[in-house]
């Protein structure tokens, strides 16, 4: 066997090696398509209520007999809606018909056979199915955020890194349930039950004059537009203000220092800072900058360098191995050619 055979031989079988495994698996690859292909294609649609899926369900209707008023405070809300709603309907045609979706849209849906009870979030779904005896055997309820974040888990996540949730505010101590409406007749109504002094900074009294409600600042998220798909829209129950909320509102005046503190009143203590002095401190940072910015650049160029030639060391060595080992090796093999003497 000569060198130059036994040089070109691992090549080009690593070559056909690799050409053939990638040439398997593009073929595996195209005769499995995506999930989410493979539903489309699959012609799914939209599950319909079955009986085996109401046996345990009787309906909101079913409770309006006895509670009439809730069950048409409720037809509005939407809970009522949340499978009817155009909003649902729309992301569910262009999600692919998640059926993951009902877990949270219908009550009494059932994952093995991708069947619901009833359309929409109804009185069963919170209280759970009905209790045979009922109303001497109460309906179970679960007082308190956990209830509401098997749907609501965004909001209740929210909820729970604010104050309200370190001491135990839960969501039906503000909401109604039935209605899904604040228990007052405003927001700032509501949030004045505990925060009995509105006015007690200059932020809250300024903007109170101007007829903005608490939930204005404190519940700002600057996605109202935003679609809730998924429920991962914020909704601002951490009641942070951050300073996109003062942006929002504020964008003519949020940069010009002299206005603001004319309306804070600190307008006198600003003047009597020596401009002179700023000057002298905003030229010394700024060679300060160029200083660590030309610093920055020759600890780069260095390092680049020293990298090449540590490259081209190691770089030489191990070709230099190489060629060493594939000289041994054809020695070898020339030796093993030679004719037997």
Request: proline share 5%; hydrophobic share 30%; glycine share 8%.
């Amino acid at each position: 066997m000569t060198s130059r055979s036994f040089r070109g031989l691992r090549p080009w079988q690593a070559f056909a090696t690799v050409f053939a495994v990638s040439l398997a698996l593009a073929v595996m690859a195209a005769s499995n398509p995506p999930a989410a292909q493979a539903l489309t294609q699959s012609g799914t649609q939209t599950p319909e209520p079955t009986a085996a899926a109401s046996t345990r369900y009787n309906g909101p209707d079913f409770c309006g007999n006895c509670h009439q008023d809730i069950h048409e405070a409720w037809q509005t809300t939407r809970h009522a809606q949340a499978f009817s709603s155009p909003v649902f309907q729309q992301d569910w045609v262009a999600l692919g018909s998640q059926f993951s979706c009902l877990t949270c849209h219908t009550t009494g849906y059932d994952a093995a056979s991708n069947s619901y009870a009833t359309e929409g979030v109804t009185c069963e779904a919170c209280h759970g199915p009905f209790q045979v005896g009922h109303p001497e055997r109460p309906m179970p309820i679960t007082p308190d955020a956990s209830l509401c974040s098997t749907c609501h888990k965004t909001t209740t996540d929210e909820w729970r890194a604010s104050k309200h949730g370190e001491v135990g505010i839960n969501c039906q101590s503000c909401h109604n349930p039935h209605t899904q409406k604040p228990k007052a007749e405003s927001i700032t109504a509501l949030c004045s039950n505990c925060h009995s002094d509105p006015g007690q900074s200059f932020a809250h009294s300024t903007h109170a004059n101007a007829g903005l409600e608490c939930s204005s600042c404190h519940m700002n998220t600057g996605n109202e537009a935003a679609s809730p798909v998924g429920g991962l829209v914020a909704t601002g129950h951490t009641f942070t203000v951050g300073s996109e909320t003062c942006i929002g509102c504020h964008q003519d005046t949020v940069h010009s220092r002299d206005t603001i503190l004319a309306l804070t009143g600190d307008l006198e203590q600003a003047q009597t800072v020596d401009p002179k002095a700023l000057q002298q401190e905003i030229q010394s940072q700024q060679e300060t900058i160029t200083s660590l910015e030309a610093s920055s650049s020759t600890r780069l160029y260095t390092g680049l360098a020293q990298g090449a030639i540590v490259g081209l060391i190691m770089g030489g060595t191990a070709a230099w191995i190489v060629s060493r080992r594939l000289k041994v090796i054809e020695e070898e093999v020339e030796v093993d050619d030679e004719p037997e003497g």
